[in-house]
């Protein structure tokens, strides 16, 4: 695609449910980051993938946290027994070297835990 | 291991005038880019200006220009002609080989009318 794409764009759940949030990356792209971004606050570091290497998930603040990448395409941020706390935009974004090591991002992921 | 360092949570600055907001940084690699980030209140991240540090000639983009001071590992953003559109949160970058990209905590920009 021509950017990266989230989905969903906004998601309203209950505390104590599982919530899958979708990022799509730019073709081509072999490094795809995740990101949590709370009201007002700085970008906090989930997880890195870079091509088959092993991701660097240093950032996952729980094991309620995980990410999956399918090769270089599509990746899934899994967070189970959503939390209050967890409400943030989750933003994802993908890089490659043939784009000069540029982070595009996409337009996030809104979650409320309610 | 990468750091940035943005040591000016906010900064405001009148309409036309010019502000330059500041970042250091500190790598081990030898071949890196720098980035500057602006979020608006949409919270869309757009790139604003991106240095390879093996140029020496610093980057520009019409109203925005750095000054990148390799030896002191500085690489401060300068918008000129500031517009009300410029409000927004900037975020300094850097990425190294292929190592992740690590980001400063943000300096908050209100151009004041």
Excluded at chain 1, 97 to 102: F, K, L, R, V
Excluded at chain 2, 62 to 70: E, G, L, P, W
Aim: with cysteine.
């Amino acid at each position: 695609g021509a950017g990266v794409s989230q989905s969903p764009s906004n998601k309203v759940t209950e505390k104590g449910k599982d919530v899958e949030l979708r990022c799509d990356p730019i073709s081509g792209h072999t490094a795809l980051y995740w990101y949590r971004q709370r009201l007002g606050q700085g970008l906090e570091f989930l997880i890195y993938f870079q091509g088959n290497s092993a991701p660097d998930k240093s950032g996952l603040p729980s094991d309620r946290f995980s990410a999956e990448r399918t090769g270089e395409s599509v990746s899934t941020l899994t967070i189970q027994r959503t939390q209050q706390e967890d409400s943030a935009v989750y933003l994802c974004a993908s890089s490659s070297w043939d784009s000069g090591n540029t982070i595009y991002f996409g337009e996030g992921s809104w979650l409320t835990v309610v | 291991a990468q750091t940035v360092t943005q040591s000016q949570p906010e900064m405001s600055v009148q309409e036309a005038e010019t502000v330059t907001l500041s970042c250091t940084y500190d790598t081990s690699e030898s071949n890196y880019y720098l980035f500057w980030y602006k979020q608006p209140p949409s919270r869309q991240m757009i790139l604003v200006i991106r240095q390879e540090a093996y140029k020496q000639q610093n980057a520009t983009e019409n109203r925005f220009s750095v000054n990148f001071q390799k030896a002191a590992k500085s690489f401060s953003l300068k918008i000129s002609d500031s517009q009300l559109g410029d409000t927004a949160m900037y975020f300094c970058a850097s990425r190294g080989g292929y190592q992740k990209v690590t980001f400063g905590t943000g300096t908050k920009l209100q151009v004041i009318p």
